[in-house]
């Protein structure tokens, strides 16, 4: 589809989100704001969706075990129904633990400034997207309002231990993702794909570790969602990661030894048994990203709402009213369905080459890290978790490749044509081997991911310093 109508698309759809708060809204004097914070939320919320959602669906795209179209359908759908069924219990998190409620700023500030932060933040991600980097939306988010309120109301209006916070996950988020995925393909390498009788190991493993993957993701489910107010304790959490990890095992068994009957003894129609649970997978990452990540969108707009008497004070952790919701998730399915193709290429292609076992280690990783971090308390950023594990993946796989070379065939053996190549054998081997480091990691890749990474929280900050500043005169 054109480019101009995909922005015309876009822009249709921030226009009837303020149309439809313009309707919903009681009158006041302030309510032009938040008819202006909802055209906002509604551009945070398509690139959202334009950008973050890639990390569920990428490596499935990348590993052909879903197309884009199906795949593009499957996150729109679970994305909407994490936010409505799931999404109210974390809107009021970026709002309410990043700033300092007694410094004293007024009403008006308080629109005017998350207003700025959501334009920040959009905007910040919408270049991201431009270039096919994947960024944390949680970053840019933080740091829009961190740089709008510093310029409302100074820097006693944040809270800077949680902002550290934040920031640490730089780091631990990618590392803690790529040493889980590397260590989940280096052990499905061994049990599986290494042996002598591939298909009679992948009927004892497969069942165990589609049975892992439920289990880790009913308590992933557990830990991050909360519907209705219900906060599982960890032996509850862990009651219920061992009863579905129980029934993934014995749905996953007969499948398994089914339609291994006639598969042949290769890595390739191994793979071929990981597909459902990849797509399953895909599916229930899009679900809790959207009970998640639509507080990035919607998170600030009901600050808003708060300040003209709309919604619930975001101290308070309330729920924020359905409509708000309902942006939120339409917004997501968007920016998805509109520009996330890029991204899902960046993911799933540009970094390394995925099949269906490696997409499998990733999507396992996710969950894991995500919910091995919530049990020490840390904060990680799903992004980061997802393109770290296929980075993981990417690195361990180039370590084992060079470590093959080390031990191959004699000079004389190797079948390089190297006056073709206007070298000698030693050199058309070197080349060789170059060529293969960077086919199984994109360096030029990596780093420019790395680079947005870093870049995110200072730009976003100063972004969202400048809109208010320019909102603030404008309006004024």
């Known amino acids: 589809m054109n480019r101009a109508i995909l922005i015309a698309i876009a822009a249709l759809f921030v226009g009837a989100a303020a149309l439809w708060s313009f309707w919903s809204l009681p009158d006041g004097s302030l309510r032009y704001l938040a008819i202006i914070g909802a055209a906002a939320a509604a551009y945070m919320a398509l690139n959202v969706g334009a950008n973050d959602v890639a990390n569920n669906v990428g490596p499935a795209v990348g590993a052909r075990a879903i197309t884009m179209g199906s795949a593009l359908t499957l996150a729109a759908v679970f994305e909407i129904c994490g936010v409505i069924f799931a999404g109210n219990d974390v809107i009021a998190t970026v709002s309410r633990d990043l700033l300092v409620w007694d410094t004293g700023f007024s009403d008006y ?11 920040a933040a959009a905007l910040w ?46 780091t631990i988020s990618p590392l803690l993702g790529g040493i889980l995925a590397a260590a989940i393909h280096a052990g499905i390498r061994r049990l599986i794909t290494r042996r002598i009788d591939k298909v ?48 993934g095992w014995l749905v996953a068994m007969p499948w398994v030894r089914i339609n ?26 899009s679900f809790a990203h959207g009970a998640n990540d639509v ?23 309330d729920a924020a009213p359905l409509w708000t919701l309902a942006i939120g998730a ?47 308390g840390l904060p990680v950023s799903s992004t980061h978790v997802a393109v770290g594990a ?3 993946v990417g690195f361990l796989r180039e370590y084992l490749a060079m470590r093959n070379m080390q031990g191959a065939a004699p000079l004389h053996a190797r079948f390089i044509d190297a006056a073709s190549l206007n070298a000698t054998p030693e050199e058309a081997i ?47």
């Open 125 to 170: 991600i919408n270049i991201s997207t431009l270039f096919g980097a994947p960024v944390s939306t949680t970053h840019a988010i933080v740091g829009g309002i961190v740089g709008a309120f510093v310029a409302a109301a100074g820097p006693a209006a944040i809270a800077w231990p949680v902002v550290g916070t934040i920031a640490i996950t730089w």
């Open 390 to 392: 296929v980075f993981g």
């Open 200 to 247: 009679g190991a992948a009927r004892l493993w497969v069942p165990l570790l589609v049975a892992a993957m439920a289990g880790l993701f009913a308590a992933y489910l557990a830990t991050k969602l909360h519907p209705y107010g219900w906060r599982p304790e960890p032996p509850t959490t862990l009651g219920l990661g061992l009863v579905a990890a129980a029934i």
């Open 295 to 317: 507080a990035n969108a919607i998170g600030p707009f009901t600050a808003i709402l708060s300040a003209i008497g709309a919604s619930a004070n975001p101290v308070t952790g």
């Open 260 to 285: 291994s009957l006639t598969m042949e003894n290769r890595k390739k129609q191994i793979g071929r048994l990981f597909r459902p649970p990849l797509i399953v997978a895909a599916a229930l990452l």
């Open 330 to 376: 339409l917004g997501i399915a968007f920016g998805l369905s509109l520009f996330g193709p890029r991204v899902i290429h960046t993911i799933g292609e540009q970094i390394t080459k995925l099949n269906e076992i490696r997409a499998f280690c990733v999507a396992l990783s996710a969950a894991g890290t995500v919910l091995l971090a919530s049990a020490f």
């Open 109 to 119: 500030t308080l629109m005017l400034a998350m207003i700025a932060a959501l334009l």
């Open 430 to 476: 070197a080349r060789e081997r170059r060529h293969d480091r960077r086919y199984l990691v994109r360096r030029l890749k990596v780093a420019r991911i790395a680079a947005a990474w870093v870049v995110t929280l200072p730009a976003s900050t100063a972004m969202g310093a400048a809109f208010y500043w320019l909102a603030s005169t404008i309006i004024a």
